[in-house]
């Protein structure tokens, strides 16, 4: 492939590495991870709802990594609350998955962030052949892609299997309590999606400007070693 069309495709891939950077540091800042809605279960059985009146008890939830809000409903009219990660749900959240989350999207920033210079550099640059090469680009966006995948694994674990939404609505609540009825993923979580996602089309654009896979030998190396292995 001429020299011209290998620095567009670099160039392309450094600059898709870039947003995606731009994106995740977007998306650690903003409370839009997940949307919930959840039912006072508790508030209904005292009054014995039913039908269009089970509206009253419905409340929502949206929040990100650090902060959220939402409305409580019990049939006593809405209640809006904002709360924070941190400190205020440190006793109630799983800790040891929510800061590894967090240090995973860093982690992922940084890696993606490092992949946009390599990029650059193979397009303008003279590289070498080793961590500044080909090898160096299919290494950090395999690592980089491998750490969107962590992040977006770890947080859906948190949210379903800990029940992240049920313990913030139940946060603080005393008298009444909440049952998770819906949750869906939104914008920051499917940001890291695609960043995940353009990481690996990132390894399929190095493979078409024309460096092989790491680990896999051409034809012609393969022909010239079994030629020198036919003269000794």
């Given amino acids: 492939m001429p020299n011209q069309q290998k620095k567009v495709i670099f160039c392309m891939a450094g600059v898709l590495s870039f947003v995606c950077a731009l994106g995740v540091v977007t ?17 209904a059985l005292l009054v014995n709802a039913s039908g269009q009146e089970l509206d009253k ?8 990594l650090f902060h959220g809000e939402g409305v409580r409903q019990c049939g006593l009219g809405a209640r ?6 941190f400190p ?3 006793k109630s959240i799983p800790v040891s998955i929510h800061v590894n989350v967090i240090l995973f999207s860093l982690i992922l920033v940084v890696l993606t962030m490092v992949g946009t210079a390599f990029f650059m ?17 299919y290494l950090l966006s395999f690592i980089s892609g491998s750490c969107g995948c962590l992040v977006m694994i770890l947080f859906a674990s948190e949210v379903k299997i800990h029940h992240l939404s049920e313990k ?26 695609i960043c995940f996602f353009v990481h690996f089309l990132n390894g399929l ?8 896979f790491p680990f896999v030998k051409s034809k012609d190396t393969e022909t ?4 020198a292995d036919l003269m000794y």
């Fill in 27 to 43: 998306a650690l800042g903003t409370p839009l991870w997940i949307k919930a809605t959840f039912f006072c279960k508790t508030g």
């Fill in 205 to 212: 654009l190095i493979r078409l400007a024309g460096f092989q």
């Fill in 57 to 64: 008890f419905m409340g929502e939830i949206q929040y990100g």
């Fill in 80 to 85: 809006p609350f904002r709360f924070s990660f």
């Fill in 168 to 193: 913030i609505a139940n946060y603080k609540e005393g008298t009444y309590a909440y049952r998770t009825q819906t949750e869906k993923y939104t914008t920051s979580f499917w940001v890291v999606f």
């Fill in 224 to 227: 010239t070693n079994v030629a």
């Fill in 121 to 137: 550099y193979n397009a303008f640059g003279k590289p070498f052949e080793t961590l500044y090469g080909p090898l160096g680009l």
């Fill in 88 to 90: 205020d749900l440190l």
